[in-house]
């Protein structure tokens, strides 16, 4: 007899509430993973909090790579994205500013987080 219960966080929580990966659309994975990156990037450079600069969780090279693998997901993936890659790609650029204004040496034009899958973000 197979047992119906998965831990996911709550005991006892039978398998038939929790969604199959496989079902899951691709759109809506990728779409998962790139809000958490931008989530992610945007905890790093100290965006939630009323003052980034003296963020505690303020981590400029974190928020490096996990922009950076932002832009490689947001462009690799834009054909199958549809309407949610505008908005993706809004967020991407975002936090490529944001990061350009937190560091205190900006990188060069194209050679920021990312902007080697994005181009140049001024």
């Known amino acids: 007899m197979q047992d119906d219960t998965v831990n996911a966080g709550e005991p006892g929580q039978n ?14 994975v990728i779409s998962r993973a790139a809000v958490m990156l931008l989530s ?7 965006l939630a909090d009323a003052e980034p600069e003296a963020s505690p969780h303020r981590d400029l090279d974190e928020a490096r790579r996990l ?21 993706l790609r809004d967020g991407l650029q975002s936090l490529q500013r944001a990061f350009r204004e937190a560091s205190a040496v900006p990188d060069p034009p194209g ?3 990312g902007e080697k899958y994005t181009g140049p973000v001024h």
Request: aromatic share 2%; net charge negative.
């Open 15 to 28: 398998s038939h509430d929790v969604r199959e990966l496989r079902e899951i659309p691709s759109v809506e």
């Open 40 to 46: 992610a990037a945007a905890e790093r450079l100290g």
């Open 67 to 87: 922009i950076t693998a932002l832009a490689g997901l947001v462009t690799s993936s834009a054909e199958y994205l549809g309407l949610h890659a505008a908005p």
């Open 111 to 113: 050679q920021g987080p």
